[in-house]
């Protein structure tokens, strides 16, 4: 199979889908890749390391797509990307689609087949291609927090850590998943006061014992989310349900129960965000205010620290890239059910429910997609 990969362009995003070792192989297993000038630099990768293990580099994205059947990329296409989309492409990357209305409509347009890593599921019920990920950005939330919290950035001042004789801040995580382990890993790890909510009782078990006191967890309704964040200093966003548009557990009324200066990071922004101000911010510009609340919405968090992201990401990605590449998407979907729950979008039909149903679409269940 012809395979490529195009640089970046999202804002301030450097990871790349592919790395050498992927690349290499790829090409052991007998395809061709193709990347584009320059999709490594970003983090030290110079295109003759691409070339050393047997890629061919191509000058622009547009000679990129036009040359690969399948297309492995980091983030949702952006709409010059989405333009280049043909219908014998299968694009496999990061889509987030409930909450992006035009993009899905411009990969059902395109007639492609979309596979979306963040749907793609595993064994124990884990989301294997969003867990590497969701690992980086729990524990970015919680530098990019303290940050916020100075009084530079708009925060109130409180230190992450306290010092002796001054309490630590208090941080109170929505969402115990991945995200929200890593984050409370790293808050605890910092000294801070920690409190976890989740509506999974299993999942509260589990984190009660993994951190062994160390930490409150707490069953998640609304009244336990307004009395947290009322004295949180920073709280993080990282609910989830998969595929789905984020649920709004935290209106703009209850912000007015936080006192100013409280720091807001929605890791759950790209699935739309659980707070109800939140709109997505860029590594650029990643803060903004609503009513003295500092919001760090950036959507793309794990681009910020893009060298560590892509290794992780792309150790995931392979055994899957291999099984698309080896028997064409259609054998390896119908081959693995896990796979094919990452099967968004196909040849204009959207064939993941959740999606679907917010965005108003007519839902094809993948097997039937893949009779045809
Ligand atoms: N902004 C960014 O750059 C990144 C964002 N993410 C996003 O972070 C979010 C969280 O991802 P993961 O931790 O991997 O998901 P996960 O599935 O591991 O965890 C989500 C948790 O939310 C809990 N949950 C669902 N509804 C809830 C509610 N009403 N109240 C409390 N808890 C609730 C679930 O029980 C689950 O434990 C996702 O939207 C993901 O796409 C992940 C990586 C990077
Ligand atoms: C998961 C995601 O949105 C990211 O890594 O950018
Ligand atoms: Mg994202």
Not at 39 to 65: K, S
Not at 198 to 205: H, K, M, T
Not at 311 to 321: E, G, R, V
Request: hydrophobic letters at 45%.
């Amino acid at each position: 199979m012809r395979i490529g990969t195009p640089r970046e362009i999202k804002n301030h995003e450097y990871r790349v889908g592919l790395t050498p070792a992927g690349v290499r192989e790829l090409c052991a297993h007998g395809h061709e890749v193709f990347i584009e000038a320059g999709a490594g630099l970003g983090i030290g990768i110079a295109d003759e390391a691409y070339v050393r293990v047997g890629a061919t580099i191509l000058p622009t994205a547009a000679e990129v797509f036009a040359t690969a059947e399948m297309i492995i990329k980091v983030k949702e296409p952006q709409p010059a990307e989405c333009a280049m989309l043909r219908p014998h492409h299968v694009l496999f990357t990061y889509l987030h689609l409930a909450p992006d209305p035009a993009q899905t409509k411009a990969l059902v347009d395109s007639g492609c087949v979309a596979i979306a890593y963040e749907t793609v599921t595993d064994a124990r019920g884990g989301l294997p291609l969003l867990a590497p990920m969701s690992e980086v950005a729990g524990r970015m939330s919680i530098q990019a927090g303290a940050h916020a919290m100075e009084k530079a950035q708009g925060g109130n001042g409180v230190l992450l850590g306290g010092v002796p004789g001054v309490p630590a801040a208090e941080v109170v995580v929505i969402g115990g998943g991945v995200v929200g382990y890593n984050a409370a890993r790293i808050a605890v790890g910092m000294g801070a006061r920690v409190t976890i909510l989740d509506r999974s009782l299993a999942r509260l078990n589990w984190l009660d014992t993994t951190f062994d006191g160390r930490l409150t967890t707490l069953y998640s309704t609304v009244d336990a989310v307004e009395t947290s964040i009322a004295r949180a200093d920073l709280v993080i966003g990282a609910v989830l349900v998969p595929g789905a548009a984020a649920p709004k557990l935290v209106t703009r009324e209850m912000l007015g129960l936080m006192a100013k200066g409280t720091v807001i990071v929605d890791v759950a922004i790209d699935q739309g965000g659980c707070f109800a101000t939140s709109k997505p911010t860029t590594h650029q510009e990643p803060t903004y205010l609503v009513d003295g609340i500092v919001h760090y919405c950036v959507a793309n968090m794990p681009g910020g620290v893009a060298h560590s992201s892509t290794f992780a990401l792309s150790n995931a990605t392979m055994p899957f890239a291999l099984a698309l590449a080896d028997k064409g998407y259609r054998k390896a979907l119908l081959d693995d059910p896990h796979l094919r729950e990452g099967l968004n979008v196909h040849h204009g039909r959207i064939t993941y429910k959740a999606v679907a149903d917010v965005l108003g679409y007519d839902y094809l269940p993948p097997q039937e997609a893949l009779k045809a």
